[in-house]
C-alpha cells in the first residue's frame, strides 16, 4: 500500500548511494545558501544537532512496519458569528450576523470598537457620520461578493504582491478609506456574517480519511496540535511515523517549544511535502534537517528507495507520495458551493458522509489493484522472511 511500507534501516541502502546531505532531498534539485543567507537558523535548544543514523534491525526483533500521514487545509467553510472571537452557529444562516448568545449586539454599531447603539432598528451604525459613510463605501463595494469572496479575492492580490506575480484572477480596486487611522482591512466589524477558516483534514498517504475538523480564525500550529492529539488520544502506539503537513516545521518548532517532552518527538516525524519544502527558507535549519521529504544521507531510510534507471544506474527516489493530499482536494472542491451554504450541523453531516464515501472508494481502488497488504508482507514484518525475499 501507498502508505504502510515495511520498516527500512541505513544497512539496506547501497553505502555508495548514501553520498547526500541531510539537507538534500531525492528527486529534488536541493538549494544551496547564497553569499546573503550564509548564516543558517539554529536549531530549539532540546533538539539534537543531528539525527541518529538507523543501522540495523535490532538482533532478534521484528523489523516492523511504517506508516504516512498527509495532513492538508481548505478553504471550504461555513458561516459563524460576526464576532471573531465567537464559534457559535447562526440564529439566522439566511441573513443573520449572530449566534444565539450574541443576538444584542445587533443592537450595536457594526463598528466593533465603537460600542453605541444603532441609529435605528433597520441600521447597521451609530448615527456617527464617519461611521454612516465608512459602512455605505463597503456595502456598494462589497454587496455582491460574500464574505469567503472577499477574502478570497484579497488573499490572491496580497500573496502576488510579495511574490510580484499575477495569478490571473480577480482584483480588487481598494478604494475604501481608513477610519479612525486605521486601514479599512483592518477595522474589525460586524456588517456581515464571517466564516471558519479551513477544513483541515487527515489522510492516509494512500488517500483514505483518517479524520477531520474545522480551524475557526487561523490554520494555527495550536490548533493543528489539538487536531492530532485529538485524533490520537489514548493510543499513541498506533500513531503514524511521519506526519505531512505543509507547515510541519512550525507545527515541530511549536510542539517542542512548549513541551519539550512532548510525546509526539518520540513516534512521529513531521515532514514538509515536497513542493512546499523547495520553497521553504534555505536558513531554516529546522525545516531543512527535520522535515525533510527525503533526506538523502540515510538518515532516515523509511523516506527513500533505491531505484534502477534503463541505463543499470541506481539512484534514490522518494518512497511515498507526499502530495496526495491534492487528490483528496480535487474531490472536495466539487462539493465546495454546496457546504459554502449550510448550517453548521448539516456541514458537519455531509463532510463525515463525504470521508465515508470517499473511504470506501479508495477500498475499492486498493482491491482493485490488488494492493492489499497480504501474509508475505506481514512474514517479513515479523522477521519469519528476509526483505530481499519479499
Known amino acids: 500500500m501507498d502508505c504502510t511500507h515495511i520498516k527500512r534501516y541505513r544497512s539496506d541502502l547501497p553505502e555508495t548511494l548514501v553520498d547526500g546531505q541531510s539537507t538534500d532531498v531525492a528527486g529534488l534539485i536541493n538549494l544551496e545558501l547564497d553569499a546573503n543567507n550564509a548564516n543558517p537558523d539554529t536549531l530549539p535548544a532540546n533538539l539534537p544537532d543531528e539525527v541518529s543514523n538507523q543501522n540495523a534491525p535490532p ?29 457559535n452557529p447562526l440564529v439566522n444562516y439566511k441573513n443573520g450576523r449572530f449566534c444565539q448568545d450574541h443576538l444584542l449586539e445587533g443592537r450595536k454599531c457594526g463598528i466593533v470598537s465603537c460600542g453605541e447603539h444603532v441609529s435605528s432598528v433597520d441600521s447597521l451604525t451609530c448615527n456617527k457620520p464617519e461611521h454612516m459613510a465608512w459602512y455605505r463605501r463597503f456595502d456598494e463595494r462589497f454587496h455582491r461578493l460574500s464574505y469567503p469572496g472577499v477574502k478570497c479575492v484579497i488573499r490572491r492580490q496580497n500573496i502576488a504582491s510579495e511574490t510580484g506575480e499575477d495569478g490571473g484572477g480577480p482584483t480588487l480596486e481598494i478604494s475604501l478609506p481608513e477610519l479612525d487611522g486605521i486601514p479599512w482591512n483592518k477595522v474589525e466589524h460586524t456588517f456581515r456574517a464571517r466564516t471558519t477558516y479551513c477544513l483541515e483534514t487527515a489522510q492516509w498517504a494512500c488517500v483514505y480519511p483518517i479524520g477531520w475538523t474545522k480551524c475557526y480564525r487561523a490554520e494555527s500550529p495550536s490548533a493543528i496540535l489539538a487536531f492530532i492529539d485529538y485524533l490520537w488520544d489514548g493510543n499513541s502506539a498506533a500513531r503514524p511515523g511521519f506526519i505531512v503537513y505543509d507547515k510541519a516545521c512550525e507545527l515541530l518548532r511549536h510542539i517542542v517549544t512548549q513541551n519539550a517532552r512532548s510525546d509526539w518527538i518520540e513516534t512521529t516525524k ?30 532516515q531510510p523509511d523516506l527513500v528507495l533505491v531505484e534502477e534507471d534503463d541505463h543499470g544506474g541506481q539512484h534514490q527516489t522518494r518512497a511515498f507520495n507526499t502530495e496526495t493530499a491534492e487528490q483528496l482536494n480535487s474531490w472536495l472542491n466539487g ?54 525475499v519479499y
Open 335 to 388: 462539493f465546495e458551493s454546496q457546504l459554502r451554504q449550510m448550517t453548521d450541523v448539516n456541514y458537519d453531516f455531509y463532510v463525515h458522509v463525504l470521508m465515508l464515501l470517499y473511504s470506501e472508494t479508495v477500498n475499492e481502488r486498493i482491491e482493485r489493484r490488488g494492493q492489499e497488504l497480504g501474509e508475505g508482507f506481514f512474514e517479513v514484518v515479523d522477521g519469519v522472511t528476509e526483505l530481499g
Open 59 to 87: 538482533a532478534g526483533e521484528p523489523r516492523g512496519y511504517v506508516r504516512m500521514m498527509v495532513m492538508d487545509g481548505k478553504t471550504i467553510t461555513h458561516k459563524k458569528s460576526a464576532l471573531f472571537a465567537c464559534n
Open 270 to 299: 513531521f515532514i514538509v511535502d515536497a513542493w512546499h519544502y523547495i520553497g521553504h527558507r534555505a536558513t531554516d535549519i529546522l525545516c531543512r534537517v527535520r522535515c525533510n521529504p527525503a533526506p538523502m544521507d540515510g538518515s
